[in-house]
């Protein structure tokens, strides 16, 4: 995998993408990860994306942060959701936010919770709020809860 450009890497369909087993997706090199189209990213199984390392979450960019379904950010581990940039976690979109389970939810950081947007965070409804464990709600940005 490690010989392919990244031009090729841009190429390969969203099917053959599908077919790569974790091994062939960890070992992309970071240019490679960062070459995946929004089409790509969005095709990885969600069986994929719960498989990768974390080293392959960090390299993503906030474009392609930001074009992850919903089912993809919810398979992620503890570890994966903490491999995301606070850059990262602040381009997801209200609508990427407010289908993250409370589960989700308590496997950011501080750091992340606290670089969540006051749109994101009025975004949750009162179910995500509630299922909160006290270091989220204790990372929650004062100000964002009360506008």
């Known amino acids: 995998m490690q010989?392919?450009?990244?031009a090729v890497v841009r190429a390969v369909s969203t099917t053959s993408l599908q077919g790569l087993s974790t091994d062939q997706l960890n070992a992309l090199t970071s240019d490679q990860v960062l070459a995946l189209s929004s089409s790509q990213v969005q095709a990885?199984?969600?069986?994929q994306v719960q498989d990768v390392s974390t080293v392959q979450i960090?390299?993503?960019n906030s474009a392609q942060v930001k074009v992850l379904t919903s089912a993809q950010l919810n398979v992620l581990s503890?570890?994966?959701m903490q491999a995301l940039s606070t850059t990262d976690v602040r381009a997801l979109t209200?609508?990427?936010?407010s289908a993250l389970g409370a589960g989700q939810?308590?496997?950011?950081?501080t750091d992340q919770v606290q670089a969540l947007?006051?749109?994101?965070?009025?975004?949750l409804?009162?179910?995500q709020l509630n299922g909160l464990d006290s270091t989220a709600v204790q990372a929650l940005p004062v100000p964002s809860c009360l506008n």
């Open 105 to 109: 939810l308590n496997k950011l950081s």
């Open 94 to 97: 209200t609508g990427q936010v």
């Open 44 to 47: 990885l199984t969600t069986s």
């Open 117 to 123: 947007s006051t749109t994101q965070i009025q975004s």
């Open 58 to 60: 960090e390299v993503l």
């Open 125 to 127: 409804d009162s179910a």
């Open 3 to 6: 010989a392919l450009t990244t």
């Open 78 to 80: 503890s570890a994966g």
